[in-house]
């Protein structure tokens, strides 16, 4: 059993995200410089007095509050650095996420007390590699994603002083831990400077081309965004999503990384919603408190992680598998088969018994619902539905509308799912 309860680590890249995050039971949330980080957008936090806002909201509740500068910057960024992460640091977040060893390099020398989580980009993969990221003053290693639960856990016996963190739910690159060059070839916007445009993701289409007398060559085409544009591909019998790795959900797993001791983990997702924070930080967070308690996974979990919008999902390189059983050949957008977010519970009528949503997406009377709240979950079927000018309706036709139904009292908050 572990030192103590793992934590688990939420991605935020605004405060309603981040307040999401602790409402449904995360205890720490990590956010990025959009200058320095390697996700851009949807990023609130480049504002100082926003990030101040959050640090000390994180740390009002007992949470914490982990600020991320992982790219590999060239040498433009190096000459601005200390000047625009100052400011930074001296909001008090509980770490820096780095990557980079010049930056690292930097931040050891300016702010020696300021501690430093080694990023996931560093591709750290064996215990000496851990040990000399120790002697470099980092308090915390991000392990690759590419290590199987018994590398970990021989990382973990050789290095029992260091902190370690893994990843244990979202989305998977295809390049090793993320460390791509795919989106700068195609249409120059830099992975590794954080404004990846997933064009692993892209719908590809085969041309036949005459230009190898050695076996079958074909031109590939994005047509939606990128027509006209070939590029030499071989393909076998497969479909065309040839770079597309379905989602990570390790759940499963969640027991025996908390017995080797694992001290963090990582939900991937910065640029994701509020509503898949709260779905994934209360899986989470229930499947790590079964597992420090010694009960096994509750099954139901994985049905409610089936609820998010996915690739499909596999569990990457814990285990050993096949290449099917971790790509994606269908599609490269996210699908859920269970259920949808429609709306938020954003006001309630006490005399009336009924709550104001406000939508997301289609439902209709008669619709079996979910709600998702930090203090349990509920099932019901829509009875009535009322809209803003108080009349009836079957139907809210979809996004930005508000209306009102019948729900429990103490139910705003929640996050409202239909399921399909």
Known sequence: MS?????????????????????????????????????????????????????????????????????????????????????????????????????????????????????????????????????????????????????????????????????IHGALCIAYSGRCLLSGYFNHRDPNQGTCTNSCRWDFKTHEAKTCSSGDVYLLEEPQKRAGDYMPIEEDEHGTYILNSKDLRAIEHVQRLTEIGIDSFKIEGRTKSPYYVARTSQAYRQAIDDAFAGRGLDPALLGQLEGLANRGYTDGFYQRHTPHEMQNYLRGHSESNRSLYVGDVVGYDAERGLAEIASKNAFSVGDRLELIHPSGNAEIRVERLIDAAGEPVERVPGSDHRVWLPLPSGCVGAFVARFL
């Open 3 to 167: 030192r103590k309860k793992p934590e688990l680590l939420a991605p935020a890249g605004s405060l309603a995200m981040l307040d999401t995050a602790f409402a449904f039971g995360a205890d720490a949330i990590y956010a990025g410089q959009p200058r320095y980080s390697l996700r851009v957008r949807n990023n609130d936090f480049g504002d100082l007095p926003v990030l101040a806002d959050g640090i000390h909201r994180a740390h009002s509740q007992g949470k914490h509050f982990y600020v991320v500068a992982n790219i590999y910057p060239h040498g433009a960024k190096i000459k601005t650095f200390i000047k625009d992460i100052a400011p930074v640091i001296a909001l008090k977040p509980d770490a820096l996420i780095m990557s980079d060893p010049g930056l690292i390099l930097m931040v050891r020398e300016n702010f020696p007390e300021m501690p430093i989580h080694l990023s996931v980009q560093s591709n750290t993969v064996n215990a000496a590699a851990v040990r000399f990221w120790k002697m470099a003053g980092i308090s915390r290693v991000i392990l690759s994603r590419e290590l199987s639960i018994d590398e970990i856990a021989s990382i973990r016996q050789d290095c029992p002083d260091t902190e370690l963190e893994v990843f």
